[in-house]
Nanobody
Framework: VQMVESGGGMVQAGGSLRLSCAASGLTIWYLMMAWYRQTPGQGRTLVARLRWMDNSTFYIDSVKGRFTITKDNARNTIYLQMTGLKPEETSIYYC?????????WGRGTRVTVSS
């Protein structure tokens, strides 16, 4: 199994980024896929999740209305569209199942939001 995240970068506060996660080596149809983020010295925390089968979604309160999680069935890829980014959201973003499978963590993609 491999999760490959991409799309991170440096933006100013209020800016937008679209993250991608290409998942391979697993049967994704029945899974709950999620985006997590980790800041230095802290553990990875859930940001948003999507149930592949029915597109149902969940967002943590702080990103509701600003982040959108979507998927591409053909590419086995999930996306996280992030708008209105805040400096405190500077983190490394990862994708994984929810709950996460320890061996599936990829390298993540770094998002830096400047004030």
């Amino acid at each position: 199994v491999q999760m490959v995240e991409s799309g991170g970068g440096m933006v100013q506060a209020g800016g937008s980024l679209r993250l991608s996660c290409a998942a391979s080596g697993l049967t994704i149809w029945y899974l709950m896929m999620a985006w997590y983020r980790q800041t230095p010295g802290q553990g990875r925390t859930l940001v948003a999740r999507l149930r592949w089968m029915d597109n149902s979604t969940f967002y943590i309160d702080s990103v509701k209305g600003r982040f959108t999680i979507t998927k591409d069935n053909a590419r086995n890829t999930i996306y996280l569209q992030m708008t209105g980014l805040k400096p405190e959201e500077t983190s490394i973003y990862y994708c994984n199942e929810d709950p996460p499978e320890g061996s599936y963590w990829g390298r993540g993609t770094r998002v830096t939001v400047s004030s």
